[in-house]
């Protein structure tokens, strides 16, 4: 015997609504998430917000998994990031299939002793996020200048 659903083909349940609505929070969420790591300079933090094999795109750097993106980031806030801090927003989400978005942001690194973002760090990031075990995480980061340069 076979039951079907009350609701009309196409339409959602409430479940659903509520599942679609946590997962937009959780990834537009995952930015503050990696402004905390940074904040904290937790490299093993920062690196668990990738899939295991997760890359890591920057401007002249390409890591791949996360014991490359750990070594680079314990590198790099014991050298240029030291001190610095790092905002960001999301400006864009994009559904690409089940369990898999593409989330766009902006912001950039502040300078050690500075409080405002200058306009030279200023960057655009995409990011691929996978949904993998219940949990959000990157399988592929990103970054360039916002703005052209002149």
Same mark, same amino acid.
């Given at each position: ?9 196409? %339409? *959602? ?6 599942? &679609?609505?946590?997962?937009? %929070? ?15 300079? !937790?490299?093993?933090?920062?690196? !668990? ?13 390409? *890591? ?5 993106? &750990? ?34 942001? &902006? ?14 760090? %200023? ?7 996978? *949904? ?10 990103? @970054?360039?200048?916002? @703005?052209?340069?002149?």
């Amino acid at each position: 015997m076979t039951t079907k659903s009350s609701a009309p083909t196409g %339409a *959602k349940t409430a479940d659903q609504t509520a599942a &679609q609505a946590a997962d937009q %929070a959780e990834i537009a969420a995952l930015p503050a998430r990696m402004m905390g790591t940074w904040a904290a300079h !937790d490299t093993e933090g920062f690196a !668990d917000l990738f899939t295991e094999d997760g890359t890591l795109i920057l401007p002249g750097v390409y *890591k791949k998994g996360r014991a490359e993106i &750990q070594q680079f980031m314990a590198t790099a806030f014991a050298g240029p990031y030291k001190g610095t801090r790092v905002i960001g927003q999301p400006i864009d989400i994009k559904p690409l299939g089940t369990g898999v978005v593409a989330l766009i942001t &902006q912001g950039g690194v502040i300078p050690a002793g500075e409080t405002e973002l200058p306009e030279k760090a %200023a960057i655009r990031a995409s990011w691929i996020l996978v *949904k993998r075990d219940g949990q959000w995480r990157l399988a592929v980061y990103q @970054n360039c200048p916002r @703005n052209r340069p002149e």
